[in-house]
Antibody, heavy 122, light 106 residues
Framework: QVQLQQSGPGLAKPSQTLSLTCAIS??????????WTWIRQSPSRGLEWLGK?????????DYALSVKSRITISPDPSKNQFSLQLDSVTPEDTAVYYC????????????WGQGTLVTVSS | DIQMTQSPSTLSASVGDRVTLTCRAS??????LAWYQQKPGKAPKLLIY???TLESGVPSRFSGSGSGTEFTLTISSLQPDDFATYYC????????FGQGTKVEVK
C-alpha cells in the first residue's frame, strides 16, 4: 500500500518561498513507471496541477506554465521523498497543497497525500 | 492549455436515481480522461481512468464513457455515500481538471 506523508509549514509570507516535502512509503521515488506530482486546490483556482518529477534512466521535471518561472520539484532518492519549492509567493498561492503519485502514463493520480493548507499572509 | 468544462455545476438527486455527469475538453484528448470523487476535507479519489476503466475497489455502479472531447460519468443507482463533488481531469497534454459537479441531496 502506497502512502504519502506531507510535511512543511502552513504559513508563508508574501514574496518568500513556500517549501513542502512528501515522504513516500510502499513505492520508490526512483520508480521507472510512476511520476511524483504536486497539485493544489483553492476556491478561486480549483484543482491545479503544478508539476512532477520522474525517473526514466535519468531525472526529469515538468511544470505547469502558470508557475514555471517560480517552481522547483526535486527528488531525494536517499530519503525516498520529493519536495516542492514555490518562490515569490502571493496571497493567490494560498491553497491546500497535495503530493500525489501518478502511477503510469495510462493511470493518473491514484495515491494522494493528506494535504497541507498553506496560507500566504504577512 | 486544454480547458475542461463540466456540467451541470450542481445536480440535485435522490438515492436510487441514475445520474449522468458531463465533461467536455477544449481540444481532442483521445481517451486520456479520469474521474475523481471528493468529499469535504478529503483528497480526491480516483474512480475511472482512460475514460472507462474502473479503478480497483470502486463500485460497479460507476461507469465512464466517451472519447475525443465528450465524456460522461454515470452512477447507475445513487447511494448515500455518493453525495460528493466529482471532477474530470485530462492527461493528454500536461494535466488539467474540470471545475467540478456537486451531487447534492434533492
Amino acid at each position: 500500500q502506497v502512502q504519502l506523508q506531507q510535511s512543511g509549514p502552513g504559513l508563508a509570507k508574501p514574496s518568500q518561498t513556500l517549501s513542502l516535502t512528501c515522504a513516500i512509503s510502499g513505492d520508490s521515488v526512483s520508480s521507472n513507471t510512476a511520476a511524483w506530482t504536486w497539485i493544489r486546490q483553492s476556491p478561486s483556482r480549483g484543482l491545479e496541477w503544478l508539476g512532477k518529477t520522474y525517473y526514466r534512466s535519468k531525472w526529469y521535471t515538468d511544470y505547469a506554465l502558470s508557475v514555471k518561472s517560480r517552481i522547483t520539484i526535486s527528488p531525494d532518492p536517499s530519503k525516498n521523498q520529493f519536495s516542492l519549492q514555490l518562490d515569490s509567493v502571493t496571497p493567490e498561492d494560498t491553497a491546500v497543497y497535495y503530493c500525489v503519485r501518478e502511477a503510469s502514463a495510462a493511470r493518473p493520480f491514484d495515491y494522494w497525500g493528506q494535504g497541507t493548507l498553506v496560507t500566504v499572509s504577512s | 492549455d486544454i480547458q475542461m468544462t463540466q456540467s451541470p455545476s450542481t445536480l440535485s438527486a435522490s438515492v436510487g436515481d441514475r445520474v449522468t455527469l458531463t465533461c467536455r475538453a477544449s481540444q481532442y484528448i483521445s481517451s486520456w480522461l479520469a474521474w475523481y470523487q471528493q468529499k469535504p476535507g478529503k483528497a480526491p479519489k480516483l474512480l475511472i481512468y482512460k475514460a472507462s476503466t474502473l479503478e480497483s475497489g470502486v463500485p460497479s455502479r460507476f461507469s465512464g464513457s466517451g472519447s475525443g472531447t465528450e465524456f460522461t460519468l454515470t452512477i447507475s443507482s445513487l447511494q448515500p455515500d455518493d453525495f460528493a463533488t466529482y471532477y474530470c481531469q485530462q492527461y493528454n497534454s500536461y494535466r488539467t481538471f474540470g471545475q467540478g459537479t456537486k451531487v447534492e441531496v434533492k
